[in-house]
């Protein structure tokens, strides 16, 4: 039986979100979208094809009247303009027209890019999302952002494009790395904190069985995380208030990504900034020492780095205020209230923020 969930605007439906155990509902959840004489290109990278390509391919194939598929080497690296250019290339050669689709096959990167392609191609074409990763299955495969890196700079170029279908098999989630795991799960800790405690505290008394990937509780929490975040950005879709709570970690976070030239998973550099902003929640108050110790023994617990050498702040601040997350000059940071509820909160100064920063291991200067 498939859990199923409903990402709805103005309160109608827009797209579902489908999380079954294995591939054997793909086509019956395709099949909706109605593409019986339409064309799909399967989008996915060189990681993902090895293992599920296959049988993906085999399933649309009755889905639709003809079938491509665009696989371009795994990695971030490759997240950019090139790649996508290739993509339409291969759209072109294949005769795509404004009715086919594009079917993301993959993790975070294969969905951004993927999700680029279709918002861009003939001035935007339909695509469904199969995320392969935790990190897609429980965020960045929902909500329509979509994009993809310009030079150094991450995310740069992209746009809002809502998929048509999440199609979520819990199995892939066996093959992950520890570390892809672990990286995931920093989101997952993140959607705890900002919006529901008791999601959090379950998420400590099921974690040797979430390590251990047992399918049962690997879905429930993909469900919750999913439920949160739809939550929030059917109330925000474009990010203009409330969708900024999934920030969380990010501000201090993507600064720290960005100083390690990309070399630390993006997950990872989220806990890190939502230790230093548990941190800061902590200092005006809001949080006990007690509290903050548990929040980061929790990212510790899932494997996740509680502590970063050789960064100096400087390099850091510089970063966190030329992010995205800026608003007319003003760092718009995500404090915690209490676990479980988080804030919009516009008047952080840099020597919390330092603070922050040197509780994970910054250094000073
Ligand atoms: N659009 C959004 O809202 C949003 C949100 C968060 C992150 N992102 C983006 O997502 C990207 C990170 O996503 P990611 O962490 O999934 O990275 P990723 O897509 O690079 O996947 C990580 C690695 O795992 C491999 N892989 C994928 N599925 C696998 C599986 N089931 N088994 C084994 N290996 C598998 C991939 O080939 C890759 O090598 C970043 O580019 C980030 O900017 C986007
Ligand atoms: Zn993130």
């Given at each position: 039986m498939a859990d199923k969930l409903s990402v709805c605007r103005e309160g109608l439906p827009i797209y579902d979100i489908v999380l079954e155990n294995s591939f054997a509902g793909l086509e019956k959840e395709v099949d909706k979208?109605?593409?019986?004489?339409?064309?799909?290109?399967?989008?996915?990278?060189?990681?993902?094809?090895?293992?599920?390509?296959?049988e993906v391919k085999e399933r649309l194939e009755s889905c639709c009247r003809q079938i491509s598929v665009f696989v371009f080497p795994a990695g971030e690296e490759n997240k950019n303009l090139d790649t996508v250019r290739r993509l339409y290339e291969h759209l072109i050669l294949e005769q795509f027209d404004r009715k086919d689709m594009l079917a993301a096959l993959g993790g975070g990167v294969v969905g951004d890019l993927c999700g680029f392609g279709a918002a861009t191609y003939l001035r935007g074409i339909d695509f469904f999302q199969i995320p392969t990763t935790l990190l897609a299955q429980v965020d960045s495969s929902i909500g329509g952002k979509t994009g993809v890196d310009f030079d150094a700079y991450k995310n740069m170029v992209g746009a809002f494009h809502m998929p048509k279908l999440v199609y979520t098999n819990l199995e892939t989630l066996k093959t992950l790395t520890e570390e892809q795991f672990s990286s995931g799960m920093g989101e997952v800790i993140k959607h705890g904190l900002i919006k529901?405690?008791?999601?959090?505290?379950?998420?400590?008394?099921?974690?040797?069985?979430?390590?251990?990937?047992?399918?049962?509780?690997?879905?429930?929490m993909v469900y919750e995380s999913n439920l949160i975040k739809k939550q929030v950005v059917e109330k925000d879709p474009t990010e203009q208030g409330e969708r900024a709570l999934l920030n969380f970690g990010h501000t201090l976070g993507h600064a720290v990504e960005k100083s390690m030239d990309f070399s630390m998973l993006h997950g990872h550099c989220v806990g890190l900034g939502a230790i230093a902003a548990a941190y800061i929640s902590k200092i005006r108050g809001m949080l006990s020492q007690k509290e903050w110790d548990d929040i980061r023994d929790t990212f510790k617990s899932f494997n996740l780095p509680v502590h970063v050498d050789g960064l100096a702040w400087?390099?850091?601040?510089?970063?966190?205020?030329?992010?995205?997350?800026?608003?007319?000059?003003?760092v718009k940071f995500i404090l915690l209230e209490s676990t479980g509820n988080a804030y919009v909160d516009k008047t952080v100064k840099e020597e919390e923020m330092q603070a922050g920063f040197a509780c994970i291991g910054g250094s000073k200067e």
């Open positions: 979208l109605s593409l019986k004489d339409r064309k799909i290109c399967i989008v996915t990278d060189s990681n993902v094809a090895g293992l599920y390509l296959e529901n405690k008791a999601y959090y505290q379950w998420l400590k008394d099921n974690r040797k069985g979430i390590l251990n990937r047992n399918l049962d509780l690997c879905r429930k400087e390099e850091i601040f510089q970063a966190a205020k030329r992010d995205k997350k800026m608003d007319a000059g003003i």
